[in-house]
């Protein structure tokens, strides 16, 4: 979601004759975009900042910005600790971000976080680059991407007790289908050729506002399909879902939808039903697994992924076995795992018995490990397998893509193929992060 809003106030600042630069401290502009999901993330926001305060003393036009979730939480208290920062724009004001700047320039420590709950999302974003600004970018944008994500909602109104983004990025609101459908025209006939739909809870797409000019309900799996149709894409994705959502009709696109990918960011959180409960995620371990099996049955290939966080408050050492237990039942092909961080304004911050540090660390290890095993096992399972690539990097002798389970695939050959284009490739070596292929005709 971050990485979308960069793009899009890249995009917006290109339109108004900004120039990327490779070099922080000299730039005229500096946009931090923030993430506060866990502390971790909001403590690198500081330091940064701290570093940009002595950039700006010795180049004095600098303008310092901090957008995303940071600034949205913290709005004008950020000022406080941060004087030198120009200009704090809230997660629904990145559309403005040129008018804002302006204002930012006349009224140094200008805020804007206003958040409002039915807020429209614009109709699209198109790449409206200035002709001799697009050959600028050209040269910088290197590897030049043939992915991008197009966001179909925005917010979130689930409230999971651990989770900020409900408070950052506010209630759920879906975009039009005509809208997404056009966006992803604009960009197939620009030459991408594989779309990621984004989204806080994409399963709950459609439900929560009327989407469609007619009026007729459409869910997430309906957009699929509409988007599926549109001539030109070669693959699709999605992110994220929340298992509580997931219906047996979006199960099924894994089997119906041919350019739809084999893979699958399903966070699960938590292994143990106790745990599940007190971070209000509204469905069982029980009923995990058996989305994974019907998953699996729709789509045997399927790469799952998910997320985990140990040490939520009150996890005791069975619960975390419970979580080491659904590893070892699901055996997923990659996962993300966090130690549980406390974010202000959350319920669970509120909750006792809060798991000591030194816990945390040892069960986030312990997962990792096995994880890794796990993981490097499930890539030692292409093998021998024929895998189709979308070619993203070229070299006078090499050949670098993804596959469609979203495996990076290395090819150490001369191939003469062009970024955006496939290639077909028999997998010889697997490791931790990718996997390594020689060219088959
Ligand atoms: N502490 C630790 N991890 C968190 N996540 C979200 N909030 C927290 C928190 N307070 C993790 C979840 C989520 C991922 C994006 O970040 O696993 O799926
Ligand atoms: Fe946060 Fe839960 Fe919403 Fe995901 S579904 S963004 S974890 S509140």
């Known amino acids: 979601m971050n990485e979308r809003d960069s793009e899009i106030m890249s995009q917006t600042l290109a339109t108004h004759g900004y120039v990327e630069s490779m070099d922080m401290e000299t730039a005229d502009l500096v946009i931090l975009n923030t993430c506060s999901i866990r502390a971790k993330a909001e403590q690198k926001v500081m330091s940064l900042l701290g570093m940009l305060r002595k950039a700006k003393k010795r180049h004095r036009g600098m303008q310092i910005c901090v957008a995303g979730c940071v600034a949205q939480q913290e709005g ?39 958040m409002e709950d039915d807020y429209a999302i614009p109709r699209f974003m198109p790449d409206a680059l200035p002709s001799g600004l697009a050959d600028d970018r050209k040269k910088i944008d290197t590897p030049i991407a043939f992915r991008k994500f197009v966001t179909i909602m925005q917010g979130c109104n689930n409230y999971c007790s651990y989770c900020v983004v409900p408070y950052t990025r506010g209630r759920e609101v879906s975009r039009k289908v005509s809208d997404i459908v056009d966006e992803v025209k604009v960009l197939l006939d620009s030459g991408i050729r594989e779309i990621t739909l984004l989204g806080q809870n994409v399963n709950s797409y459609g439900k929560t506002n009327t989407v469609t000019e007619t009026g007729l309900p459409c869910s997430f799996s309906d957009l699929l399909h509409h988007v599926a149709e549109i001539p030109g894409l070669a693959r699709l994705r999605f992110t994220t879902s929340n298992p509580k959502d997931l219906s047996d009709e979006l199960m099924k696109c894994f089997r119906d939808i041919p350019v739809l990918c084999p893979q699958f960011h399903l966070p699960v959180q938590a292994g143990s039903d106790a745990v599940l409960k007190r971070m209000n995620r509204k469905y069982s371990v029980e009923q995990y697994l058996q989305l994974v099996e019907t998953l699996r049955s729709y789509c045997p290939d399927i790469a799952l992924s998910t997320d985990i966080i140990v040490g939520f408050p009150g996890e005791t050492d069975e619960d975390f076995q419970g979580t080491m237990d659904l590893l070892e039942k699901v055996r997923y092909h990659g996962s993300f795992s966090f130690k549980y961080s406390d974010r202000p304004g959350t319920r669970a911050s509120d909750f006792e018995d809060k798991v000591p540090e030194e816990v945390k660390t040892r069960r986030l290890m312990q997962f990792q490990a096995r994880q890794d095993e796990i993981g490097l096992e499930r890539n ?30 290395h090819v150490n050959e001369a191939i003469s193929v062009l970024p955006g284009e496939f290639i077909r490739a028999e997998i010889y070596h697997a490791g931790q992060h990718s996997l390594n292929g020689k060219m088959v005709k």
């Open 76 to 114: 004008e208290k950020l000022l406080e600790r941060m004087p030198h920062v120009d200009l704090i724009v809230g997660t629904q004001n990145i559309y403005r971000i040129g008018e804002l700047l302006e204002y930012a320039r006349k009224s140094p420590g200008y805020v804007a976080v206003d």
């Open 380 to 409: 030692r399972e292409y093998l021998g397998q024929v895998k189709e690539i979308l070619v993203e990097d070229v070299t006078s002798e090499s050949v670098k893509g993804r596959s469609d389970t979203n495996h990076i695939v």
